[in-house]
């Protein structure tokens, strides 16, 4: 009978090189969806690595200062939190466990959304909005931070990536 | 002018000190100029001091927010001083082990 062997590991590989300019993408609108990128990007700076951030769709709310103070973690059809769909539906449990969230966040010296995006800029990470979501919602530069570099196509967004890793969130 | 590998020192892989009392300043320009600041200004000392203090007093490294909270220099001009990541960078030159935290 065959048997099977573990595949070798190649130990002679080259080094492989450094990553040196990130474009990360965030898509999604809740707050645990929003962190993760900014977690990412912040690091990426951290570690002297270019970072762009595109908020794109519902992401977008990260950037809009009528909602960014304000986003909560989605407590239904999350099932990563393990609750209950009927207790994660019931009135206040999202800014109960919103609550929860920032509390561990701030011990670990997470910054809120907002002053996260300050701290993002002030490292030299550049953030970019998505032009298609910006026309669908009938937004303006106006409705968002300050810092927010430029409002761009998809296009454009490949061009500005070139040569670097894109991550989507 | 220091030369490091004249000296007996305890540095991981990458070039972080692992015992914080074997450091003093001429190690610190040493170790500055091995990353390619040339010259450790006012300004440079003022972030490095502060992240080795930090790290004496408390066991850990402040995070890139403290720092720019509580050094007295911006995130800005912390990128400014230290391109190629200011936390990462004023550890190393401050004789500090390399920092572990994600923020």
Known sequence: MATLTAPQLETDRPTPTPIEKVSIIISKGSFESVYPGLIMANGARMEGIEANVFFTFFGMDAINTKRNASMKVATVGNPGLHLPTWLGALPGVSALVTRMFNREMEKLDIPPIPEFLELLSDSGARLFACKATVDMFHLTKKDFIPQLEDIITVGQFYEMAAGGEIIFT | ?103
């Open chain 2, 1 to 103: 002018m220091t030369d490091l590998l004249t000296l007996d020192l305890d540095r991981d892989a990458e070039g972080f000190l692992q015992q914080p009392e074997q450091w003093n300043r001429e190690i610190g320009i040493a170790i500055a100029r091995e990353c390619g600041i040339a010259e450790m200004t006012a300004r440079h000392w003022q972030v490095c001091e502060f992240m080795r203090n930090t790290y004496l007093a408390n066991g850990a490294a402040p995070s890139i927010r403290t720092l720019g909270k509580e050094s007295g220099v911006t995130v800005k001009e912390l990128y400014q001083l230290f391109p190629k990541g200011p936390a990462k960078l004023a550890a190393k030159i401050g004789g500090i082990p390399k920092p572990h935290g994600c923020i």
